[in-house]
């Protein structure tokens, strides 16, 4: 005789995993926006100080309907070698200045505010919230699997109707 399983004996084991990666991606992405984020700001300051002023060539332009989504390609030139950098936003003429690291040449601050970290994929406050709604999603996903497995636990179990057949297999 084969029993057939009841809606709570389901496996919920993939539920669980949704949950477990929602609880792990959620801070993840909270802490690496915040580290990455603040990172960016700490590098305008010390180049507002430290960095040697030069003038970028404005190699392409994205516009998009979404203005985050602005894209300039810059090159420029600093002790003979030539750099090309991806930046977010829109300059305003065919030309650019920017701040440059004089110790990491690839390292700069456009006067748009942006630096050649901009378009990293963590590089925006609005990350931090995300990741937080993610983990509670995930947090409460579990709560809610507990409590219904608790329930489910605590009530009893259901009695079996039993079928009798005869020699052909009919009731």
Do not use: C, E, M
């Given at each position: 005789m084969s029993e057939s399983k009841t809606k709570s004996d389901g496996h919920s084991w993939p539920w669980l995993v949704i949950y477990a990666?929602?609880?792990?991606?959620?801070?993840?992405?909270?802490i690496g926006a915040a580290v990455v984020k603040t990172g960016d700001e700490a590098k305008k300051d010390r180049l507002l100080s430290e960095g040697v002023p030069?003038?970028?060539?404005?190699?392409?332009?994205?516009?998009?309907?979404?203005?985050?989504?602005?894209?300039?390609?810059?090159?420029?030139?600093?002790?003979g070698e030539t750099f090309t950098s991806t930046i977010k936003g829109l300059p305003g003429g065919p030309t650019m200045s920017i701040l440059v690291d004089p110790d990491d040449p690839a390292s700069f601050l456009a006067d748009n505010g942006s630096t050649d970290d901009?378009?990293?994929?963590?590089?925006?406050?609005?990350?931090?919230?995300?990741g937080i709604a993610l983990a509670a999603l995930g947090g409460v996903g579990f709560a809610a699997h507990r409590r219904a497995r608790r329930k489910a636990d605590a009530a009893p179990a259901r009695a079996r109707k039993t079928t009798t057949l005869n020699k052909r297999g009919k009731r």
């Open positions: 990666l929602l609880l792990v991606i959620g801070p993840a992405l909270s030069v003038t970028a060539i404005v190699k392409d332009r994205h516009w998009s309907s979404n203005k985050s989504l602005d894209t300039t390609t810059i090159s420029y030139q600093f002790d901009s378009r990293h994929p963590l590089n925006h406050w609005a990350s931090l919230p995300w």
